[in-house]
């Protein structure tokens, strides 16, 4: 193929073997970048710090020479653009002071461009160093699952916070939503600037939601997103991952948003999805990590049996969610061999 191989596959043209990368594949299963943590003493101070990230972002690419790149960054980025103070606990994760309403965040798109441009020097760096066949991929989380992180102001349980702040105030929970649209857009628009040749949007908790929820909070924000990038950069290739999306919802999220490619979870059939889609759009997925935390015949079945019900389709071969910290380097090894017919 003259372009990059996952590039074509969310274009127009299936692939045998399907491009793979994994969700999460920089990070804390890897030797390398544990040491790296340790001496950088603070994951925000890696995200934040371009030569940092860089690296990071290249590490896995080194080790097992991935089809994509994506670039180390993490979903919080944003709502510290608008002016959320974010921090990082070991062993807790993120967290930021709850938000209660929009009134106050930051506006102005150059305030947002300057507090995010380790994210793009990060990328025109890691974009130098990649070889040509391999493709480039930057991301941001959507507003719903944005939105969920500011209103409880960390992990957990984040749609109870939002679903309460939406029903308490409704305007302002969808003024909430417009602006973190708003500022995903022009972020994911400075990526695809910077150097990535396709970028994902997480919508991590896009399940648990009612029809109507799910049109409003996750549907019609994406919406704004891809048709805000795409009036300035026509050609891009936007990957959409609504976390738990029923196929039941597929066709309407896809011809609603215009999303290029679907990331399809661990729970949701790649069957079903390919059937509610009709073959009209790329999708990607969805191996379970557990199953390359446990290895063995166990994985080795289930990757067979995703590349047979996938097999001349439109296809990026991924997890359905981010890799595990417990993950061995062998069977991640392995994985590839089975994906690209070694094995």
Same mark, same amino acid.
């Given at each position: 193929?003259?372009?990059?191989?996952?590039?074509?596959?969310?274009?127009?043209?299936?692939?045998?073997?399907?491009p793979?990368?994994?969700?999460?594949?920089?990070?804390?299963?890897l030797?390398?970048?544990?040491?790296?943590?340790?001496?950088?003493?603070?994951?925000?101070?890696?995200?934040?710090?371009?030569?940092?990230?860089?690296?990071?972002?290249?590490?896995?690419?080194?080790r097992?020479?991935?089809?994509?790149?994506?670039?180390?960054?993490?979903?919080?980025?944003?709502?510290?653009?608008?002016?959320?103070?974010?921090?990082?606990?070991?062993?807790?994760?993120?967290?930021?002071?709850?938000?209660?309403?929009?009134?106050?965040?930051?506006?102005d798109?150059?305030?947002?461009?300057?507090?995010?441009?380790?994210?793009?020097?990060?990328?025109?760096?890691?974009?130098?160093?990649?070889?040509?066949?391999?493709?480039?991929?930057?991301?941001?989380?959507?507003?719903?699952?944005?939105?969920?992180?500011?209103?409880?102001?960390?992990?957990?349980?984040?749609?109870?916070?939002?679903?309460?702040?939406?029903?308490?105030?409704?305007?302002?929970?969808?003024?909430?939503?417009?602006?973190?649209?708003?500022?995903?857009?022009?972020?994911?628009i400075?990526?695809?600037?910077?150097?990535?040749?396709?970028?994902?949007?997480?919508?991590?908790?896009?399940?648990?939601?009612?029809?109507?929820?799910?049109?409003?909070?996750?549907?019609?924000?994406?919406?704004?997103v891809?048709?805000?990038?795409?009036?300035?950069?026509?050609?891009?290739?936007?990957?959409?991952?609504?976390?738990?999306?029923?196929?039941?919802?597929?066709?309407?999220?896809?011809?609603?948003?215009?999303?290029?490619? +679907?990331?399809?979870?661990?729970?949701?059939?790649?069957?079903?999805m390919?059937?509610?889609?009709?073959?009209?759009?790329a999708?990607?997925?969805?191996?379970?990590?557990?199953?390359?935390?446990?290895?063995?015949?166990?994985?080795?079945q289930a990757?067979?049996?995703?590349?047979?019900?996938?097999?001349?389709?439109?296809? +990026?071969?991924?997890?359905?969610?981010?890799?595990?910290?417990?993950?061995?380097?062998?069977?991640?090894?392995?994985?590839?061999?089975?994906?690209?017919?070694?094995?």
């Amino acid at each position: 193929m003259s372009k990059k191989k996952l590039i074509s596959v969310v274009e127009s043209q299936a692939a045998d073997p399907p491009p793979t990368w994994l969700m999460r594949q920089a990070g804390r299963y890897l030797p390398e970048y544990r040491a790296l943590r340790a001496s950088a003493g603070s994951f925000w101070k890696m995200c934040m710090d371009a030569t940092l990230a860089a690296e990071i972002t290249l590490q896995p690419l080194r080790r097992f020479g991935f089809d994509a790149a994506i670039i180390f960054s993490d979903i919080l980025t944003v709502p510290y653009a608008l002016g959320c103070a974010v921090s990082f606990t070991e062993g807790e994760g993120p967290s930021l002071p709850p938000v209660e309403s929009a009134t106050g965040l930051e506006r102005d798109p150059a305030v947002w461009q300057t507090k995010l441009l380790p994210a793009y020097e990060t990328l025109d760096r890691v974009r130098g160093a990649l070889g040509a066949e391999t493709a480039l991929l930057g991301f941001a989380g959507a507003p719903w699952t944005l939105a969920t992180y500011m209103a409880a102001g960390r992990g957990g349980d984040e749609q109870r916070a939002a679903k309460q702040w939406a029903a308490r105030a409704p305007q302002d929970f969808q003024a909430l939503l417009d602006l973190l649209a708003d500022c995903v857009a022009q972020h994911l628009i400075a990526q695809i600037d910077a150097g990535a040749d396709a970028v994902q949007i997480f919508d991590s908790w896009a399940s648990g939601l009612c029809d109507a929820e799910f049109v409003s909070w996750v549907v019609q924000p994406t919406a704004r997103v891809v048709h805000m990038v795409r009036a300035q950069k026509p050609a891009a290739r936007i990957i959409g991952f609504p976390r738990g999306m029923q196929p039941a919802r597929a066709e309407h999220f896809l011809l609603e948003t215009g999303v290029d490619a +679907i990331s399809v979870d661990t729970h949701t059939s790649m069957t079903e999805m390919l059937a509610a889609t009709g073959g009209r759009t790329a999708l990607q997925g969805n191996l379970d990590p557990l199953l390359l935390v446990e290895g063995g015949e166990a994985m080795r079945q289930a990757v067979r049996r995703l590349l047979d019900e996938m097999r001349g389709r439109r296809f +990026i071969f991924n997890l359905g969610h981010g890799i595990l910290p417990q993950t061995p380097i062998a069977h991640v090894e392995e994985l590839l061999k089975l994906v690209r017919g070694e094995a």
